[in-house]
Each structure stands twice: as C-alpha cells, then as structure tokens.
C-alpha cells in the first residue's frame, strides 16, 4: 500500500510524516493565511525525514471563513477557525493527487479533539472513505491518529524535538501570534510534551 499524507505542517500532520512515513507528503496552498508558513515548515520537515514532499496551488480564499481567510466565521459556527467544507475539499485534493502519484490511500492528521467540528468525526471518516472508494482509483482515506489525543501521536510517532520544532500551527500569519485556537492548541500540546526537553 502507497500512503499520500496531506501536511500541513502541524504538529499532528508532522507527527504522522514521522510515524507512517508516507511516499508522498502534499501541502496544499489554499489561500490560507498561514500558507508560506506551512509550505516551509512542511519543506523542512520532509527534508529532515528524508520523504517526498510535492506542493499543490488550489486557491479558494474567496470562499474563505474564520481565523485562516479573514473572514467572520460566526454566522455558522462557533469555532473561530471554521472555513466551511474546507477539510472536504482537500482531503478531495489529496484523493486526486493520489492518483496522479499512484497512491492508493491518503493520510489525514485528524487527531480525538478534532471531533468537535464535523469533518474531525469518526462519521465524517467513514463516510468520505466510503464516497472516495465508491469512485474510480478506488482510494482510501484513513486517519491513524483519530483515537488518539496530540501527545499521544507525538509519543507514538517516536519523532524528535528537533524535527517536531519545525512545525506550524498558527491560523493567521507566518509567524506564530500565540492568539489563535492553533497557537493556543501548539502550546497546549508542547507544555502536555514537557517541551523543551
């Protein structure tokens, strides 16, 4: 079986580079606010493990919510990092790329507190594994961290500090503001770790 993960460059998307050690790790610039950030911290991290890393230009910032585009994302959501169908529309992506890659299965970093939104949901999971399956490729989607919480994956992937230190999560600059819900999480997530150590 061929892995395509999508990095973000996050701390959980890294995290599964490490683990899993996918054949392709795809970045996707969707016209995220924090795109140059990830698209360096994702480069290094693959440089660092030694895997394949491709970047893909998809913008749809026009149709953008939350922390990420701008945009208030208040009237559907109460999480400020809402971007409606966003997680839908790249996991799509990296179903297509996959293909182009001749991989059979793509990766999501989706770790037990993403199942406050919809799309982090065991349900959601399924179901689009499912919906991509039923097409021709007959591509698999999988999230191996779904069970588990940040700290977990991070112990589990057996990662470094030093590769783990390239991460990203701010949702709204280059460089980390220490005011987002992705900030907030990083901090969160690294002081649970003990970092630094």
């Known amino acids: 079986m061929s892995d395509l993960l999508l990095l973000s460059g996050g701390i959980d998307s890294v995290a599964i580079a490490a683990w899993k050690r996918p054949a392709i790790c795809l ?5 995220q606010r924090s795109a140059i950030a990830e698209i360096r911290a994702s480069r290094q991290v693959c440089k660092e493990l030694n895997l394949r890393h491709e970047l893909l230009v998809a913008c749809i ?3 953008g919510t939350g922390d990420m585009s701008e ?5 559907h959501s109460d999480h400020s990092e809402f971007w409606p169908f966003r997680n839908q529309y790249l996991i799509t992506l990296g179903a297509m790329a996959a ?3 001749g991989c059979d299965r793509v990766l999501i970093g989706t770790v037990i507190t993403d199942k406050r939104h919809m799309d982090g949901s065991h349900e959601f999971i399924t179901s ?22 940040s ?3 991070v112990h589990q992937s057996r990662i470094s500090d030093g590769i783990l230190g390239w991460s990203h999560s701010c949702h709204t600059s280059e460089f980390a503001c220490g005011r987002c ?15 630094p150590r």
């Open 61 to 63: 910032s026009e149709l």
């Open 27 to 31: 970045t996707i610039d969707y016209g």
């Open 181 to 195: 819900r992705g900030c907030l999480k990083h901090s969160e997530v690294m002081t649970e770790l003990g970092w």
């Open 99 to 101: 293909i182009k890659y």
């Open 128 to 149: 689009l594994s499912q919906t991509l399956a039923l097409q021709e490729g007959g591509i698999r989607l999988d999230a191996p961290a779904a069970s588990m919480t």
């Open 151 to 153: 700290a977990e994956l």
């Open 71 to 75: 945009r208030d994302a208040s009237l």
